[in-house]
């Protein structure tokens, strides 16, 4: 046992002394943040200017298409009912469109189009980004098939913008038509905000769905990118050990089994240490935003519940021990980094299973699929923990999810020690299946 710890010291302060350590420790969490940051500060910002030609068959829509980059709403009492309500405005087109409107009442939209078609190919002054035909039918029929033509096959915001433009436009009218008052109709269709509440066991309201809907993102981030970042050290130290041969001198000193465990358990440690340290950063940067949120009457301490960290620690642990295995294996029966990713591409593949299924697990916790993963091998840590922070799971689903991954270790370890007995001081080709197989039976 002594000779595992001190494997195990080896490891956690050979990793956390390197620079490369410190820098990712403590520059990561920025850096996320700023993945995050700049492309939002892009798009609000802008992508730049459309020039868009519009022709109106109806005649009716020049007034629509006058201000184009305006808000929706510009009364100011309406503005501050909205945000008193928390009601949210849809999603504004990051660009800024410069409309050429051209009245066409009277006459074929389609055939009076093709000279600005034209200009979809041009350059220069003349260049248009797009061109949006309103037919005259529009006016009577709902039915009616608008049309937009651009130089990208993928400008769909733009075409969302003009839609939405033309067709409360055209609702205005036929309302207007029909002897209704504009007024009215923005009194009449003005949509109700929607505030999610979700209910515990004990009858408790939690309220804020979409940063539920967050954390579990982020959490199950940091939950699994670790045990892969760090399962992946291991397999990489095994191998440099196994390629110079340092590791002939320390099983001369060590079981195989204790240099095993000293390794996959001081690794852990490094992961730990590495996520309590985001984890108080966060905290840290948090702590303004929590009492803002606290004084516009948000409950923060709905969203960082004790149990979220105990449940954290102890998924971790499940994950990390799951998963170093498979690395672990790699790195002994291979006898390069390169040999060694081969091996454990496909089966990593299969492990991040959950992550991929990650929204629909998410948006519905007691799922079929959702219960199913959380039960099961290898799957349960990162899926169990996703649930108990988003919903409220059976106790029992819990304690048969811990149960069945440490029944799981217990036989990724035994098989592990096994093969690493062996693999750790063979040298030529990789091993087969089959001779894997061999080696679980006379290990």
């Given at each position: 046992?002594?000779?595992?710890?001190?494997?195990?010291?080896?490891?956690?302060?050979?990793?956390?002394?390197?620079?490369?350590?410190?820098i990712m420790t403590l520059l990561f969490p920025f850096l996320m943040l700023a993945l995050m940051a700049v492309p939002?500060?892009?798009?609000?910002?802008?992508?730049?200017?459309?020039?868009?030609?519009?022709?109106?068959?109806?005649?009716?829509?020049?007034?629509?298409?006058?201000?184009?980059?305006?808000?929706?709403?510009?009364?100011?009492?309406?503005?501050?009912?909205?945000?008193?309500?928390?009601?949210?405005?849809?999603?504004?087109?990051?660009?800024?469109?410069?409309?050429?409107?051209?009245?066409?009442?009277?006459?074929?939209?389609?055939?009076?189009?093709?000279?600005?078609?034209?200009?979809?190919?041009?350059?220069?002054?003349?260049?248009l980004d797009g061109v949006f035909i309103i037919p005259a039918g529009a006016k009577d029929s709902p039915d009616t098939?608008?049309?937009?033509?651009?130089?990208?096959?993928?400008?769909?915001?733009?075409?969302?913008?003009?839609?939405?433009?033309?067709?409360?436009?055209?609702?205005?009218?036929?309302?207007?038509?029909?002897?209704?008052?504009?007024?009215?109709?923005?009194?009449?269709?003005?949509?109700?905000?929607?505030?999610?509440?979700?209910?515990?066991?004990?009858?408790?309201?939690?309220?804020?769905?979409?940063?539920?809907?967050?954390?579990?993102?982020?959490?199950?981030?940091?939950?699994?990118?670790?045990?892969?970042?760090?399962?992946?050290?291991?397999?990489?130290?095994?191998?440099?050990?196994?390629?110079?041969?340092?590791?002939?001198?320390?099983?001369?000193?060590?079981?195989?089994?204790?240099?095993?465990?000293?390794?996959?358990?001081?690794?852990?440690?490094?992961?730990?240490?590495?996520?309590?340290?985001?984890?108080?950063?966060?905290?840290?940067?948090?702590?303004?935003?929590?009492?803002?949120?606290?004084?516009?009457?948000?409950?923060?301490?709905?969203?960082?519940?004790?149990?979220?960290?105990?449940?954290?620690?102890?998924?971790?642990?499940?994950?990390?021990?799951?998963?170093?295995?498979?690395?672990?294996?790699?790195?002994?029966?291979?006898?390069?980094?390169?040999?060694?990713?081969?091996?454990?591409?496909?089966?990593?593949?299969?492990?991040?299973?959950?992550?991929?299924?990650?929204?629909?697990?998410?948006?519905?916790?007691?799922?079929?699929?959702?219960?199913?993963?959380?039960?099961?091998?290898?799957?349960?840590?990162?899926?169990?923990?996703?649930?108990?922070?988003?919903?409220?799971?059976?106790?029992?689903?819990?304690?048969?999810?811990?149960?069945?991954?440490?029944?799981?270790?217990?036989?990724?370890?035994?098989?592990?020690?096994?093969?690493?007995?062996?693999?750790?001081?063979?040298?030529?080709?990789?091993?087969?299946?089959?001779?894997?197989?061999?080696?679980?039976?006379?290990?």
């Amino acid at each position: 046992m002594n000779k595992m710890f001190a494997v195990l010291k080896r490891e956690y302060l050979q990793a956390v002394r390197k620079k490369a350590f410190i820098i990712m420790t403590l520059l990561f969490p920025f850096l996320m943040l700023a993945l995050m940051a700049v492309p939002a500060l892009v798009a609000s910002k802008g992508m730049g200017e459309k020039k868009i030609a519009v022709l109106d068959g109806t005649g009716l829509l020049r007034q629509a298409f006058a201000r184009p980059n305006a808000k929706e709403k510009t009364d100011p009492k309406k503005e501050a009912r909205d945000a008193m309500s928390g009601r949210r405005r849809g999603p504004e087109l990051p660009s800024q469109l410069l409309i050429d409107y051209h009245d066409q009442a009277g006459s074929d939209v389609k055939t009076d189009a093709k000279p600005y078609l034209t200009r979809l190919a041009a350059e220069g002054a003349q260049k248009l980004d797009g061109v949006f035909i309103i037919p005259a039918g529009a006016k009577d029929s709902p039915d009616t098939q608008l049309t937009y033509y651009s130089r990208s096959s993928t400008d769909v915001m733009t075409q969302e913008r003009l839609a939405r433009l033309t067709n409360k436009a055209m609702q205005r009218n036929r309302l207007a038509a029909n002897g209704i008052h504009p007024e009215d109709v923005d009194r009449l269709t003005l949509e109700m905000p929607v505030e999610a509440v979700q209910i515990s066991k004990s009858g408790e309201q939690k309220t804020g769905g979409e940063m539920n809907f967050l954390f579990g993102f982020v959490f199950a981030a940091l939950l699994i990118l670790p045990s892969f970042i760090y399962g992946n050290e291991t397999m990489r130290g095994i191998v440099q050990e196994k390629s110079e041969r340092v590791v002939e001198v320390l099983i001369s000193s060590v079981t195989p089994t204790q240099l095993l465990m000293g390794k996959i358990l001081g690794v852990a440690a490094v992961g730990l240490t590495q996520i309590g340290v985001w984890l108080i950063m966060g905290s840290l940067a948090g702590a303004y935003g929590a009492a803002t949120a606290s004084m516009a009457g948000i409950n923060v301490a709905q969203f960082f519940r004790p149990s979220i960290f105990v449940f954290f620690f102890i998924f971790f642990i499940l994950a990390y021990l799951t998963y170093v295995c498979v690395y672990a294996i790699a790195g002994a029966v291979s006898n390069t980094e390169k040999e060694a990713q081969q091996f454990v591409a496909p089966i990593s593949m299969v492990m991040m299973a959950p992550w991929f299924l990650m929204f629909p697990i998410i948006m519905n916790p007691d799922s079929k699929i959702a219960v199913g993963f959380s039960l099961a091998p290898v799957f349960g840590p990162i899926t169990m923990f996703v649930r108990t922070l988003v919903a409220e799971p059976p106790m029992w689903h819990i304690v048969v999810s811990i149960a069945v991954s440490i029944a799981t270790i217990f036989l990724f370890m035994w098989i592990t020690a096994k093969i690493f007995r062996v693999g750790i001081l063979s040298y030529g080709k990789r091993p087969t299946i089959p001779e894997l197989w061999r080696w679980l039976k006379v290990a």
